[in-house]
């Protein structure tokens, strides 16, 4: 074979490879490639196509902006060609891309840079006509994108109307649409409890959200916008640069990136990036890189355009969150609750900054969703503090004869018999408090920091004390004596005193800590003080039925029956009287004094942001919400106060866009005392 043959097959394998993966990620939202994957194929292909210019066709990839657009929305021509941005993958190519822009312009002047986040969501065209929002475009392919303004217009942070005025009689806004992380969970844990399909990544949810034909479904998703540039301007002016036009579209209610900011140097634009990609696991989104843009709108347009990409910009990306590995087995763990769960057991893979070697698959219904099996290929997703997870089963590349995965029948731990329940998609060990898995978790819970708090009590020695039979309930935690604990592996008598120290502290407790403590199904701390705060004592929440429980906010028919089977249980009424018994107490309910007290802070809404001196998020949370306020952890309408501290965020600006008051650390103490400061 020559070497003109062997290039050609290489080259048009490349581009079919590239154009099944839009295919399938733009046109059947189901990912053949991870973004990884993806970057390195395109980069080959470009660096082929460079090197052997008479290959290059109108139809590669490389002369592409985007991909085909779905079909079912009305095609609109954009009035300027939506392009996408080149990449660097390191230093070496970020310097490069200077020296290209120092040869091109020819001038050692010292070039000014925009920097900013690379968010992972949907680039979006919106077209605004003095100041109402006219239409909302998807980038397509570059030169026509799909009209999907019934769908932006439900989404929050594109105003619907600008605000001041001095805006261009036409002005067309461009910027990502994506789904915050807290969001995309919510999603797909709703998707998996009505047994349909998850989706893969925030980025993937976004783009599937945006081309739904009932806006109402798109108006559920929680998205996001965030403004990057403009586009075509009519009747107007915009600043003369890139850094002044995004102040001046923030001006005119439109959300830019809080950490955007400018940059004179190489060095800082290394810093930056560096800076970034240590702060990416902390964002509440996505984000794959960050962005350099000459600011000079005027050396935009001297440094012009390639065929596909500005030549003023670039994307200096991260290392991807996605990577595929090989999956070695399956084991299934047991909660607290009993719920058997299966945990991916991988070959070790890089990704998202550290190495994974186990991942969660969820339960049965999403092992039956991917079909995964021991031996296949898969995709793993690392992001932020979210555990790892397998999202995707490479099975074009399985071997034929790899078994499928069945649920256990009996329990890995105590060999109970494992039993799913109709309408559930959890299986659960039957075995109760004998089964040495659960009494361990369940233990766990009771002694966490947000329960009852029991210092020194951690996982390992719990599991070492209920392996060697010397707990077999939480009231045994506090028949513990120095000698017994003096003499386990890792302790010694200092050790001992301390643990007993902090057992019997942990007997003045909270009642709703305590409620929380027992571990009663999806009743977690937010749930915990809102029985305390509606029936304020244990007796009378014990006695509840369904129908009262319903009265208590947040709380429906699923979680009452929870509630009341939890309190008709003989072994559990037992495990309360018996830890009343060894002392475990809480204050009496409120006086009539402390109502008063408190009833400033009563309903109203907090958000807590940054630091703050002295005590920590939860400890302020845990005192404001005993005063009868209610802590959330973003920003709404429904917000009363932002309580921000130093180095306060995304949050901070976006309680000044909704008129949100704001609160300071001077204004804590009278927040402690129950008195909201004028």
């Known amino acids: 074979m020559s070497d003109t043959h062997r290039l050609q097959t290489e080259v048009g394998k490349l581009r079919e490879a590239l154009r099944e993966a839009n295919y399938r990620y733009y046109v059947l939202d189901d990912p053949s490639l991870t973004d990884s994957d993806y970057d390195r194929l395109f980069q080959r292909l470009k660096q082929l196509e460079t090197e052997n210019p008479e290959l290059i066709s109108d139809d590669s990839p490389t002369q592409r902006v985007g991909s085909i657009p779905a079909s079912g929305f009305t095609e609109v021509a954009h009035r300027q060609p939506m392009l996408s941005l080149d990449n660097a993958f390191s230093d070496e190519d970020l310097d490069a891309f200077l020296q290209r822009l120092t040869d091109r312009l020819g001038t050692p002047e010292t070039l000014v840079f925009t920097a900013e986040p690379k968010l992972d969501g949907t680039a979006i065209s919106l077209t605004y006509e003095r100041g109402t929002l006219i239409q909302g475009l998807t980038r397509g392919d570059g030169e026509t994108g799909e009209d999907i303004t019934s769908n932006v217009r439900t989404i929050n942070s594109i105003p619907l109307t600008l605000r001041g005025s001095a805006y261009p009689d036409i002005l067309e806004i461009r910027g990502e649409i994506y789904m915050p992380r807290q969001a995309f969970e919510a999603l797909n844990e709703r998707q998996r409890a009505k047994g349909e399909k998850t989706f893969v990544n ?167 969703r991917l079909d995964a099996r021991a031996g296949d290929q898969v995709v793993v997703r690392r992001a932020g503090d979210v555990i790892p997870q397998v999202v995707r089963v490479l099975t074009e590349k399985r071997q034929s004869d790899l078994p499928r995965t069945e649920i256990p029948e009996n329990c890995p731990v105590c060999g109970s018999e494992v039993l799913m329940l109709e309408g559930e998609a959890v299986a659960r060990c039957t075995g109760g408090m004998t089964c040495a898995a659960q009494r361990k978790e369940s233990l766990k819970h009771f002694a966490s920091r947000k329960a009852m708090d029991i210092e020194g009590l951690g996982e390992k020695l719990i599991e070492t004390l209920v392996e060697l039979d010397m707990v077999r309930s939480a009231g045994d935690l506090y028949r513990l004596e120095a000698d017994q604990i003096a003499g386990l592996e890792r302790m010694g008598r200092k050790s001992a005193d301390n643990l007993l120290k902090a057992l019997d502290k942990s007997r003045n407790t909270r009642l709703d800590r305590f409620v929380y403590a027992l571990g009663i199904r999806e009743v977690g701390e937010a749930t915990a003080k809102n029985l305390v705060r509606h029936f304020s004592t244990l007796e009378a929440i014990m006695e509840a039925d369904e129908e009262s429980l319903l009265a208590v906010p947040d709380i429906g028919p699923i979680v009452a029956g929870h509630i009341v089977h939890f309190f008709r249980q003989p072994d559990n009424l037992g495990i309360i009287n018996d830890l009343r018994d060894l002392g475990v107490h809480w204050p009496s309910p409120r006086s009539e004094s402390e109502e008063e007290t408190a009833s400033a802070l009563d309903g109203k809404t907090f958000v807590i942001t940054g630091t703050l001196p002295d005590l920590s998020r939860d400890d302020i949370k845990a005192r404001l919400e005993t005063l009868g306020a209610k802590v959330t952890g973003s920003v709404s309408k429904k917000t009363d106060y932002l309580l921000a501290g130093e180095a306060a965020g995304s949050k901070l600006e976006k309680a000044r866009t909704l008129g949100v008051a704001i609160l300071g650390p001077e204004h804590l103490e009278s927040l402690l005392e129950g008195v909201i400061p004028v």
């Open 202 to 368: 925030p980025r993937n949810a976004a783009s599937g959200s945006l081309r739904q034909h009932d806006a109402r479904i798109t108006a559920q998703r929680q998205l996001e916008f965030c403004a990057y540039g403009t586009g075509f301007v009519e009747g107007g002016q915009i600043p003369s640069n890139q850094f002044e036009c995004l102040l001046q579209l923030r001006e005119w209610g439109v959300k830019v990136s809080h950490l955007l900011q400018k940059c004179d140097k190489l060095s800082e634009l290394k810093a930056y990036h560096e800076h970034i990609g240590k702060e990416r696991d902390g964002l509440s989104f996505d984000i794959d890189g960050v962005v350099f843009k000459v600011n000079d709108f005027g050396l935009q347009q001297k440094l012009g355009f390639v065929s596909r990409a500005p030549r003023w910009a670039i994307a200096y990306k991260f290392p991807a969150q996605e990577e595929v590995t090989r999956l070695l087995a399956i084991d299934f763990q047991v909660g607290r609750t009993g719920a058997v769960t299966p945990v991916a057991r991988l070959e070790p893979v890089f990704v998202g900054g550290v190495t994974v070697s186990n991942a969660t698959l969820h339960n049965l219904h999403e092992i039956q």
